[in-house]
């Protein structure tokens, strides 16, 4: 039976599930761009982001299922709680490919539960089973998933939350298990797993048994195109680079730049950077004998393999994966030097189920705040547990860096729209500022990463167009499923991905395809934040970035208002 | 010598001070009004609300100094912490007096001083002085006012800060003395408190040694019309009520009507609210035999003396002035009945300088996140303890309501643009919503309370024009520096503020000139907002206002979003 696409919709309050075929203005969209659609269509853009009227929506990328290397990717959106715009949080593992395989175009969560209690939602082609979940309650991701994959078995995918989404925290995310059950592919950025939590859900199990991947509408040409595909991201020279040291590769990259977020974006510089580097994790790992090699898949299929599992003293697995903007916003923004504290510091945020972005930045606040000294692990994991402990405190750096920057009474917040910065310093990178400052997500360097476009980083020239370039290239990736780092083989060849939607789906698509789908994703997601109250005036960094010289490059960011505000007139 | 209005600019990182001549524009401005124009002209929108860019400004209102009743009152103004919007607030004493007759048509403080420590700025005719506040600094207002008083004088007219000020906390407020030197009229809204904070202000003494009431341009048309305002004051039943039983008058008509809040707005009745009534207020006062009878004028020559001296058990003032705003928000909206729990909750609030409306409704959102029983006065007692001590909780508290809902996870939080409401309930008073949802400068009863309005309070009909027609008033009214209930003179006979402003300035004003300076204000003031990201998407009151029956009514707000957004259509 061939799978047929559909939406499938369950209300909460009375746990009915409903199949639906896809309406019509849906069915050419996927990922971040159909949840841009249903945001649009269903929800109320001025609604509580904790309340009844947000939708939690699941969708898989266009080309998930087709067995493309690192094309299997799951959006997850609703409306932030912690930046109130619109938000797609992106992440791999398994739960996109089990979504296509069963039929899934998207899954929407509608509704707030009336009562309290906690619910596993079983989802399979027999449609939807509600189980109660209060053992699993307060439980850490790491303690909740071995009890789900013994009940529901190894096959099956699984997105949960930890105790930050149970305690409707806004750096909350949702976790996904990975091709080998690591819950490790966390939908992070803006506070979703809240919105899971406010919908009484402790985690969704997608179980694919008797579902297949979809089908291509031509498959003899489309073969080739994938072999080309595949081809050309295995012979990427970045692909080696990310598969010998992870997104760690990035440290020395953006420490060099003078782009390194170091003791809250105060310096981009770190003394220490080299002890956090991608060669210093490689060296690690193999001289600890992890189980893991340093090269590791989250995604079936995938050939690029930038994951890893990062290991301890013992040879025993610390963490996974230990990636780059952790590593970052973990360490030097701490100025933290060892990939023990940091490795510590993200299991325990994996566990608890946060934003490590986001957490990381908040505690870089609260460490400009007199809470801890710069450099001090102990310390950053004592107030990591406040939040464990559900103390005021903990409540505070749970709800991000904006709000505790306004609690703690720090200006110095590096945030836009209420979201934290990632680590890339945009001073240094001001490409990636204008990225920062424009995106309807809030600051998010997935949303357009300029480090390697061509330009000078540290002038204000040219920033804009690097910025919406990228920023197109993005949103498209991200409708399609696509994770960014496909751009290896797809960058090489701009037929491809039109290619390969003509092929599939039978779809007449321009050229143009990839940024075609980019402008219409990001013109929807505008739209929506227009009327749930976004205006250019939110289009900004932080004030104190345009007036503070960051070093060694002493930049600040100086890319106009006037031309921050043009960056999208070609779209309207 | 004829008192000059010039503008004082004060510079708080050079400490100079210029006295500048009017520029053109501002000068048939003042109040609230100026303020506006003030921003407009000075303060860009973006800025941070403690930063730098941020400017602090007090204004007199046109009116004052003229000898009037109730028209001595004062603006300050600044881009609000709390809501990030255009902020007014408005204060009686002795302060706006003193400006006028100094010749300070405006006090603009500007900057933000790099260095740490507080100072007093002393302000005379003579021209400005600073002097190091250390020793102040951590006091609250009841004790830095004596030491205030003794070192500057019996004369003198103070605006100062408590310690919620010097944390910066957007609830903070700015103190003023009264006519008999008590500090009990604070601009409270907005958290202006700490934008003086940010400054390194402490204390500005206004010396009017040598100063004078400004004159009339034609004083003997002047006086009969002052008179008649007089006597029209004087005559009007409400003004007795006032003087009988102060703004507590308010609690039984509120409780009446089903809008008095009650347990966090759960309730528009309080079972207990004879306990807390302008009857038993009196009654208490006068069998206490205070040293101040229940009238008390908050500026010389008020002939409504709504303003009291609240005796403890002893005959001792527990807390002056004790007003129906206060006994709502922290009393029924927190079950407490007494008095004298209420009496003590308003007078540590004024010692630490906080706004008691916005504590109350932050008090009220803790304790439905179980931080407090209904009722327990000793536990609120010992929550506002934890703002003297600076802990995170206290921290959390100070933000205000908002913050308060967000950090603790509590929805049902009474605010609109982050600014808690005042002791109206907006779904039984449906005029008052309106002015709520829609005022520039959060939910705020001052901006346009229709309790008086003939309309029926519960019906969504006529309440957008009852909404206009006091926003306009009292838009007007504050920038004439009359108090609102100058009103039940004015509103007698139309043609007071016309003549009075043509007999005092020699301008050429219509007829309908109250509402035009209220039309142009609000104008100023939406125009700066917009500039500064609002849209109408923040002209809404909470969403679970419009969901949740409030009893005994069991209304909800249900003017709709587009008759909302025709408000201010004429204006534009």
């Known amino acids: 039976m061939e799978t047929i696409m559909q939406i499938w919709r369950v209300d909460v309050v009375t746990q009915k599930l409903n199949r639906e075929p896809v309406p019509a203005g849906w069915e050419k969209l996927g990922g971040r761009g159909l949840l841009a659609r249903i945001m649009l269509d269903e929800v109320e853009p001025t609604c509580e982001p904790l309340g009844s009227k947000n939708k939690l929506i699941y969708a898989p990328g266009l080309l998930v299922g087709q067995r493309l290397s690192s094309c299997d990717r799951l959006s997850v959106g609703g409306k932030s709680p912690l930046t109130g715009g619109i938000k797609e949080a992106n992440a791999g593992g398994r739960t996109g490919l089990h979504m296509a395989m069963m039929g899934m175009k998207a899954l929407i969560l509608e509704g707030k539960p009336k009562a309290d209690g906690w619910w596993i939602l079983h989802l399979s082609l027999e449609g939807a089973r509600w189980e109660k979940a209060?053992?699993?309650?307060?439980?850490?991701?790491?303690?909740a998933t071995p009890k789900l994959i013994e009940k529901y078995g190894k096959h099956v995918a699984i997105a949960l939350i930890g105790l930050a989404g149970?305690?409707?925290?806004?750096?909350?995310?949702i976790q996904n298990i990975d091709k080998d059950r690591i819950p490790s592919r966390m939908a992070a950025r803006g506070g979703l797993g809240a919105v899971m939590g406010s919908k009484g859900l402790k985690a969704i199990i997608f179980d694919n048994a008797g579902g297949q991947n979809p089908p291509q509408e031509d498959p003899e040409k489309y073969k080739p195109i994938r072999k080309s595909y595949t081809t050309a991201v295995i012979n990427h020279p970045q692909s080696q680079?990310?598969?010998?040291?992870?997104?760690?590769?990035?440290?020395?990259?953006?420490?060099?730049?003078?782009?390194?977020?170091?003791?809250?974006?105060?310096?981009?510089?770190?003394?220490?950077?080299?002890?956090?580097?991608?060669?210093?994790?490689?060296?690690?790992?193999?001289?600890?004998?992890?189980?893991?090699?340093?090269?590791?898949?989250?995604?079936?299929?995938?050939?690029?393999?930038?994951?890893?599992?990062?290991?301890?003293?013992?040879?025993?697995?610390?963490?996974?994966?230990?990636?780059?903007?952790?590593?970052?916003?973990?360490?030097?923004?701490?100025g933290i030097d060892s990939f023990d504290?940091?490795?510590?510091?993200?299991?325990?945020?994996?566990?608890?189920?946060?934003?490590?972005?986001?957490?990381?930045?908040?505690?870089?606040?609260?460490?400009e705040a007199g809470l801890m000294a710069w450099g001090d692990g102990e310390r950053a994991l004592q107030l990591v547990d406040e939040i464990r402990q559900n103390t005021p405190l903990g409540r505070i750096l749970g709800m991000g860096?904006?709000?505790?920057?306004?609690?703690?009474?720090?200006?110095?917040?590096?945030?836009?729209?209420?979201?934290?910065?990632?680590?890339?310093?945009?001073?240094?990178?001001?490409?990636?500022?204008?990225?920062y400052a424009t995106t309807p997500q809030g600051a998010d360097h997935t949303s357009g990463l300029t480090i390697r476009a061509k330009v000078d980083h540290l002038s204000p020239k040219g920033q804009v167009a690097a910025s919406l370039n990228a920023q197109l290239n993005n949103a498209g990736y991200d409708s399609l499923g696509a994770c960014l780092f496909s751009g290896f083989g797809f960058s090489t060849d701009p037929t491809l991905v039109p290619e390969l939607v003509r092929t599939i789906y039978g779809w007449e698509v321009s050229d143009n395809y990839l940024q075609d789908l980019g402008k219409e994703t990001i013109k929807m997601e505008r739209e929506w934040n227009r009327r749930a109250g976004f205006t250019?005036?939110?289009?900004?960094?932080?004030?104190?970035?345009?007036?503070?010289?960051?070093?060694?490059?002493?930049?600040?960011?100086?890319?106009s208002n006037e031309e921050l505000d043009t960056i999208f007139d070609k779209l309207d």
Chains 1, 2 share one sequence.
């Open 134 to 143: 209060d053992e699993l309650a307060g439980l850490g991701i790491y303690d």
């Open 166 to 173: 149970e305690l409707e925290l806004a750096s909350a995310g």
């Open 241 to 334: 680079v990310y598969k010998d040291y992870g997104t760690a590769a990035m440290t020395m990259m953006c420490n060099t730049m003078g782009a390194l977020p170091t003791r809250n974006f105060s310096s981009g510089e770190f003394e220490n950077a080299e002890n956090i580097s991608g060669d210093t994790m490689r060296a690690m790992t193999l001289e600890r004998g992890g189980k893991g090699a340093p090269a590791h898949a989250c995604m079936a299929g995938c050939t690029i393999q930038c994951s890893n599992i990062f290991p301890d003293a013992n040879g025993e697995s610390l963490v996974s994966p230990l990636e780059y903007e952790t590593i970052g916003l973990m360490g030097s923004n701490l």
């Open 341 to 367: 504290v940091i490795g510590q510091l993200n299991y325990v945020a994996n566990d608890l189920g946060l934003d490590t972005i986001e957490l990381g930045a908040a505690l870089g606040v609260a460490a």
């Open 401 to 435: 860096a904006t709000i505790t920057g306004k609690v703690l009474g720090v200006e110095r917040v590096p945030a836009v729209k209420g979201q934290a910065m990632s680590s890339y310093e945009p001073r240094a990178i001001k490409g990636t500022g204008v990225t």
């Open 536 to 559: 250019n005036a939110h289009d900004r960094l932080p004030e104190w970035m345009t007036r503070e010289p960051v070093p060694p490059t002493n930049a600040v960011f100086d890319v």
